[in-house]
């Protein structure tokens, strides 16, 4: 997957120590999380907090966020998940109680599938 982040008028970095927003190009916004981040001293964990009621909100998540989508092959059954233990737990409980197969797919990893044993 290729990104074109060349005319955002702004500097991308990972390394967000000044005031961290959130942006979301599909939805043309942009977010401050500072006040989050002043309430709850909670860190990066706000930002993931806003991804996933973005995800909830609008069914896709903000820039900068690659989830990991997880979708069983058997049934309609499926997530997204910010972090990959997340992902792999859900799936194998899922494999574990319905004896289904479920695939585990990220943006810059190779999709593998988790099978019931
Ligand atoms: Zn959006
Ligand atoms: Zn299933």
Not at 3 to 11: A, H, P, V, W
Request: aromatic share 6%.
């Amino acid at each position: 997957m290729s990104d074109r982040t060349d005319d955002i008028d702004q500097t991308h970095s990972h390394d967000i120590d000044d005031t961290p927003s959130v942006t979301c190009s599909r939805c043309d916004r942009e977010w401050d999380l500072s006040y989050e981040l002043d309430d709850l001293e909670v860190g990066n964990q706000s930002f993931e907090q806003f991804a996933l009621d973005h995800m909830r909100h609008t069914g896709h998540f903000p820039d900068g966020i690659s989830p990991w989508i997880v979708s069983c092959r058997h049934c309609p059954e499926g997530e997204e998940f910010l972090a990959a233990s997340a992902a792999q737990r859900w799936a194998k409980t899922h494999a574990r109680h319905t004896r289904h197969s479920i695939e585990v797919a990220h943006a810059d990893e190779e999709t593998t599938v988790v099978s019931p044993e």
